[in-house]
């Protein structure tokens, strides 16, 4: 996969020529149930979805897109947070979920009740439902392609692996996995779970460096490249190739070290504003539009070439991202369509 913006841009060139269905959604209530908020991702996330969901109720394109997050991560809560939202009468949910089947059974219910069904990020198998998302098996893939690249002659790995029991850390394991069978000079020696958050990943680097052999590069998931290297730092051991995952302080970092002897790694990760993306579907489905139910968009990456160019623009402490508009949508759709 070409990891490039350019494919989806091509796309939105095209959007004004399409022409949205003619039902009216001003009517009509969008919930965002939402089973995370502790790390940068999440929090540009939901910064997004307030930006465009604000102007979307201002512009009497929907009446309502309120947000509701669960405070404990748990499957349960997140069930009966969406049963809640059905007897909200809510029109659509936009879900990123806590787990891809356990909480099918709630999103049945919702379809039953003829409420539109949009997962994302973190998505649900349940048929009923629509799925945005990008190739994360393909994405953790990448990762090992790339280190590869910048490790040839191959060696030991440390895994990070993101929230347990969530599609997305899954399908990124898989996809590492994928990578290790098709470059078998690298070897993983060590897993540990960072939650997506750098604090997390520190402390359970930092519990596993002393009982591993030299490491030569670090897999992960995002949230934990900059987290990772201060583990590694902090241990006196020698600095790995790590895997980045589009976050500020990760590239200021690789910025600072590509400075001080010239660095290389790579960085590769779902925007957050894929939420404004997963929004707009929502309303099209309201709005009558037909789809398939899986639609894919590309992931954002950045190489040693472009990530200083990028940085400016990504808020101290935040992520890489892009906020998505009705008209992307509608080229998403059409995409995904062929």
């Not at 020696?189 to 030299?214: N, R």
Request: hydrophobic letters at 40%; a positive charge.
């Amino acid at each position: 996969m070409k990891p490039a913006i350019a494919l989806l841009t091509c796309a939105v060139l095209g959007a004004a020529a399409i022409t949205p269905a003619a039902a009216d959604t001003h009517t009509k209530r969008i919930a965002l149930s939402n089973n995370y908020a502790g790390n940068s991702w999440r929090q540009s996330m939901l910064k997004s979805y307030a930006k465009t969901a604000k102007k979307a109720v201002a512009d009497k394109t929907v009446a309502a897109a309120d947000v509701f997050t669960t405070a404990d991560k748990s499957v349960p809560t997140q069930a009966a947070q969406i049963q809640n939202l059905i007897l909200q009468n809510y029109d659509a949910i936009v879900l990123n979920a806590a787990s891809p089947d356990a909480l099918n059974g709630a999103v049945r219910q919702a379809c039953g009740a003829h409420i539109t069904v949009v997962s994302f990020d973190g998505l649900v198998t349940e048929p009923c439902a629509y799925r945005v998302t990008v190739d994360y098996r393909r994405l953790g893939r990448d990762e090992v392609d790339q280190m590869a690249k910048l490790q040839p002659k191959g060696g030991n790995l440390l895994e990070i692996r993101g929230l347990a029991g969530t599609s997305i850390d899954a399908s990124i394991h898989a996809g590492i996995l994928d990578g290790i069978k098709a470059h078998p000079n690298f070897k993983i020696v060590g897993s540990v779970t960072g939650d997506w958050d750098q604090t997390t990943a520190q402390k359970a680097v930092a519990t596993i460096l002393p009982s591993l052999p030299p490491v030569v590069g670090v897999v992960d998931q995002g949230g934990d490249g900059y987290g990772a290297a201060q583990a590694f730092a902090s241990a006196g051991k020698p600095r790995p190739t790590i895997i980045m995952g589009n976050r500020w302080d990760e590239l200021n970092w690789w910025k600072e070290q590509k400075a001080k002897d010239g660095y290389r790694t790579w960085s590769g990760s779902i925007p957050p504003g894929i939420v404004t993306l997963a929004f707009w579907i929502a309303q099209q489905l309201l709005d009558g539009k037909k789809m398939p139910h899986d639609l894919t968009v590309p992931y954002l990456s950045f190489t040693q070439d472009t990530f200083e160019a990028a940085l400016p623009s990504i808020p101290k402490g935040g992520v890489a991202s892009r906020d998505y508009s009705q008209a992307d949508a509608i080229a998403v759709i059409k995409a995904n369509s062929k």
